[in-house]
């Protein structure tokens, strides 16, 4: 089946020899997707710094660029999140690279927070339009193995928005550093669609009959009854973890700068990567205990609550201590509250059910760092993440004893 017969939502014509790739070469080409946008649309985090200066942007500007990719994301899991069931899994990823190709275009190539914002709204969009894709897609090919499923999932979204920050230090040795990453990354992306076009891929699982464009109408989100609890546990987990995230991906390179007095950009842009990759370690390699969920959040509790410290005593060994703690326990947490969800949901409402999941997770990345800008250009740096710690710590401690008291896992 071609991309265009997909996209058309009509059976295909008699084809040509395509790639009728395995169902491992199929899986490593789902992860690789999302995984891939995920980094693109956080490769400028240790290079925010530097675009703050040369644009002469303020803390808030910087946090509203990242929040503007954040709602461009959440709006587009509510509109395209059920896409992939329709016009089918590569169709979607395949809109998705494409709509990622001109984001980094036109974010590496931007003189004006306008045009940041143009960048972070087209890398948004096309990060929903690959989430319930590639999700679904793994769902697909692992169907009577879900867990493994939900955790390549979750290891290719965390590895990928980790391993954003390391890469771009690393590209930022190079000339223009504001500029040459997102080029090379634009390549990067361009060959990524060969394989994707060549694929031979399997037909939608709820094709349209009668008015296809009926189908891609948007939906109000829905979860049946089996589902609800272990759905809004993961929402709240995930929305309170992803905060943590949102502060690492935006103002974290500076305040992280001033800690380990203004080293360079890959340093910068690992210690801003970390949490997010012990994340993703942790999900790989999970912790097998009982009450894990609470465990995972009294961690993260933990550690959210020593980072003011770290910056308070300038100790660099403190705040990486805190990254892995926080890191741990929001891995820990968020892989056994989504795992639940993924075993519950139904296989014709999965692509549908995980996007609505993210719009509230991704929403915590935006909303408590837009007030963290502020409070930044009010407060001082400093005192706003002492703040912003603060209370995400109380409310992860709140949610690890509401979890524990209701008995989940």
Known sequence: M????????RPAPVQ??????????????????????????????????LIRSNLGLS?????????????????????????????????????????????????????????????RCLQGAAVACATGASAAALRDLLPHRPEWASRFTLVASAGGVAAGPMIGGLLSLLPEPTRLPFGIYAVFLLLL?????????????????????????????????AAARAFWTAATIGFL?????GFALSLAPTYFAQIADDAGRPLIGLLAGLVLAVSAVSQLFPLRVRHSAP???????????????????????????????????QGTAFRTAFNEVALK?????????????????????????????????????????????????????????????TGQP
């Open 59 to 119: 803390a808030f500007d910087t946090t509203a660029a990242f929040a503007a990719y954040v709602f461009v994301l959440v709006a587009g899991l509510l509109l395209v999140g059920h896409w992939s069931d329709h016009i089918g899994r590569r169709a979607a990823l395949v809109l998705a690279v494409g709509a990622g190709v001109v984001g980094a275009v036109v974010f590496g190539a931007a003189t004006s927070l306008p045009m940041l914002i143009l960048g």
């Open 241 to 245: 973890s992803f905060s943590l995230f």
């Open 193 to 225: 669609l060969i394989p994707l076009v060549l694929l031979d891929a399997r037909p939608a699982i709820n094709a349209p009959a009668g008015r296809p464009l009926s189908a891609l109408k948007p939906r109000r989100p829905t979860v049946s009854r």
């Open 295 to 329: 465990i995972g959040l009294v961690a993260m509790t933990l550690g959210v609550a020593l980072m003011p410290i770290a910056g308070a005593t300038g100790s660099i060994l403190l705040l990486v201590t805190a990254c892995i703690v926080a890191g741990v326990g």
């Open 2 to 9: 071609s991309v265009i017969s997909e996209l058309r939502m």
């Open 16 to 49: 040509s020899r395509r790639w009728n790739a395995s169902v491992s070469a199929r899986l490593v080409l789902a992860v690789v997707v999302i995984a891939t946008l995920l980094v693109g649309a956080n490769l400028a985090t240790p290079l925010y710094p």
């Open 345 to 405: 949901v139904e296989v014709a409402q999965h692509a549908q059910i995980i996007s609505t999941v993210y719009v509230i997770t991704y929403l915590g990345s935006a909303v408590p760092v837009l007030g963290l800008g502020l409070a930044a250009d009010a407060l001082g740096l400093s005192a706003a993440v002492a703040l912003f710690a603060g209370v995400i710590a109380i409310a992860s401690a709140g949610m690890a004893v509401l979890v524990w008291r």
